[in-house]
């Protein structure tokens, strides 16, 4: 089992959208497990039809195997507050994490890990369980601010446990407004100070994302043209990934 996880230290970058729409990409082709360890549960929201009885909180207090969900497509371990008790917990809690990652090896052949918009217990853990992890950025000054701390964590966590750093898969510029021109001015100099660690892709601003956090459906089983676009769009990133992340069937 390859393990991907999308993180960034700030909300409002389309983290959610962009996890549960590399649920609905990867279920269609592999066994795929999801976390959401992000505390406001969106994405147990969105992906609700992929929920199963274990809360991702139990995958911090023993190492635990998750069930796949019986009729096929991915399965999901929900959020839940309790999450939070996780940040407060001992180092220990991470390695904890990790095991239950590695109990889950069999079963499927992807997971993938949404975390919380900071640089906590949960993102640490991780971490330490990624094979590659995808950083959704803003375009704007503000987002921007933090990535030589993400770039650190990234490297920090390899370090501090003696493991090999995980593949880092880029920053994905997310929520881009292609009809701003400030916004396309912001990605062209962003693109000319990180070309080497830009994903080369963005995730456009668009209603259809909206719709399918809400309907709790991928953008690519909407009906008309922006659906389509979004479709193509969003498809052709996960390929990469895919691609990128030699990804096999178990």
């Known amino acids: 089992m390859k393990t ?39 994405l147990s929201y969105t992906l609700q039809a992929y929920g199963c009885p274990v809360e991702s909180v139990q995958l911090f207090g023993e190492a635990t195997a998750v069930r796949p969900r019986d009729g096929g497509g991915g399965t999901l371990t929900r959020s839940t507050r309790a999450l939070m008790e996780v940040e407060r917990a001992p180092e220990s809690v991470i390695g904890v994490f990790r095991d239950s990652i590695r109990a889950n090896d069999s079963a499927y052949d992807i997971c993938v890990i949404d975390t919380p918009p900071a640089l906590g217990m949960r993102t640490f853990a991780g971490l330490l369980a990624a094979d590659a992890v995808l950083a959704p950025i803003g375009v704007n000054d503000y987002s921007l601010a933090g990535i030589t701390e993400l770039m650190r964590a990234i490297k920090g966590v390899a370090t501090h446990y003696n493991r090999k750093e995980p593949h880092f898969l880029g920053l994905l510029p997310s929520l881009v407004d292609r009809k701003s021109k400030r916004e396309r001015e912001l990605f062209e100099q962003l693109a000319g100070q990180l070309g080497k660690i830009l994903f080369p892709g963005i995730v456009a601003k668009r209603d259809a994302y909206a719709r399918a956090g809400s309907e709790g459906i991928p953008v690519w089983r909407m009906k008309g043209q922006a659906g389509r676009e979004a479709a193509e769009e969003i498809r052709a990133i996960f390929s990469r990934i895919e691609t990128s992340m030699e990804l096999t069937h178990g």
Do not use: C, P, S
Request: proline residues 0%; glycine residues 8%; charged residues 20%.
């Open 4 to 42: 991907l996880v999308v993180m960034n230290e700030k909300g409002g970058v389309g983290k959610t959208n962009i996890v549960a729409h590399a649920a609905w990409y990867f279920a269609e082709r592999y066994r795929t497990l999801v976390i959401d360890l992000d505390q406001q549960a969106n």
